[in-house]
């Protein structure tokens, strides 16, 4: 059975949560990736969409601009989420998100703020856009538009929205940095193997 | 046709490719995929192969882009002195971006920098990026066009070695990436290692190995090998699809040389993610045109 998770989300609904867990997202999510969180973090600007309890994606979707001035979400996938492990920490406690969806790992600075205030970090399988597009059943605002279509904040109504891949949980789980340590070993491995063979300079 | 007829013509032609590899892999890739899919064992791997599939699928049925990334255009040409639209093709595959850019429609992926403001149109200031490489005393023109997300251009390094760190050297940075970066970078990975000088002959030349189909190898033997054993190695990793685990990491690892300064080894590594939108197209001097990338296509 899918486990789904319904926003806003609760500190309890994130308990039982472990990395590795798959699940699924009812309710509200809101593209912010790099420069709303360097607005928020550094600029101390209010993000202009209240994401206490909510989820935000690591994302910058394709949209296109219907005639009755509505939006319909083309493509949406996420993107690399390292690229907000600077200002995540800080993030979550600021805003009191609960969920944050993107793409690849992210370091400790986030696995701390997950455990301290009680957030997941999930992975959305990359390069998925139209999946995720057809999930999404409505763009309901948009703000920041200053930014372009790839920064803007797009804040939309979804359902059944994944499948999600939990990357960190709230006890310190960090799904991604715990494969890193197979993956170097075998590398160190492989490394002495391959030497083997390519001594061209003689 | 007349010429500003024929440059409109090549204009649209280039447009609609480039909104087709958008929403469809190019055969080498898919059938990689279909291979790559079937190796693997675990619930996780099937999962995100199986979304992997369906969004695929989604794609080609609803029309749109498959990943929302549709990258910094980037065109690779080779291009005939004679080609008869010589003088024209700037233009001609900017204007194709820009179209491209209102109906497929791409994502407006160009920020000028310095001014820090995205320009709306999906072109700017050296954007799209082109390379040109001359052929003489041909009159046809083959071109790659490359859609990178930033995703897979991420992991991009490149470094110059003195001679001592060898062959080996070049593998332990290629290694490096492949754990440090590679997990984000939406593998199973297409590996792009160039080998010359200096940063920048061995940069272009990662970027030009990721546009080799697969299944293709260096001419020189020994560099063949060196493809082979860093496919062997960095698989042996187990980096997965998206970098959760698995029997394999790549689709392939190209290299691309050039002689080298006795003195320096220069090495760039260069990914390509698994949704390896590029498109290979050729066109004739009576710009007739064959797309090599994808037989089944119809624009």
Redo the contacts between chains.
Sequence with gaps: MKKILNTPVSDSDLQDIRI?D?IYLNGHIVTCRDVAHRRLIEYGRELPVDVRGGAIFH????V?KLEDGKYEM????P?????MEKFEKEFIRETGVKVIVG???MASKTVEGCREYKAIHC?F???????A??EVEEIERVEWTD?????ALWLSRIKEFG?L?VSIDVHGGN??EQ??I???K??E???T???E?????K | MDKTQQVQSMTETLSKFIAYFGKVLPDDIRQKLEELRKIETTP?AA??YD??F??QE??AK?N???????GVIQFFARVGTRFPLIDDLSEIFRNSVLDATKHA?????S?ETFDE??T?LNVGYRTPSIDWEIVPKSDKLDVDIYMA???CT?PGRAMVLM?GA???G???FV??V??SYG????PPLLVGVGVATSVETAAILSKRALMRPLGSHNPNE?AA??ER??T???D????G?????GERSVMGVHIENAARHPSTIGVAVNTG???HRRGNIAFGPDLTYTIVSHKEAVL
């Design positions: 590795g798959v994302a910058g979707p394709i296109r083309v493509s949406i996938g993107t690399t989420s390292m690229r793409k690849g790992g992975v399988p990359a390069g998925c856009a139209v999946l597009a057809t930014l372009g279509m790839p920064e499948p891949i799904l991604f494969n890193k197979d993956f170097n075998r590398r491995e492989e490394f193997k391959i030497c063979h390519i001594r061209f300079i | 996780m999962l995100i979304t992997m369906k969004n989604l794609a609803l749109r882009p498959s990943c929302q990334d549709t429609p791409l994502r407006h992926n920020v403001y995205n709306g997300g930033g995703g991420l001679p060898g062959y080996e070049v593998a332990d290694l490096d492949m754990t997990p984000n970078a939406c020994k090998l060196m054993e860093l062997k190695a960095i042996a990793i187990g980096l699809p998206q970098g959760l685990k993610c698994w949704s």
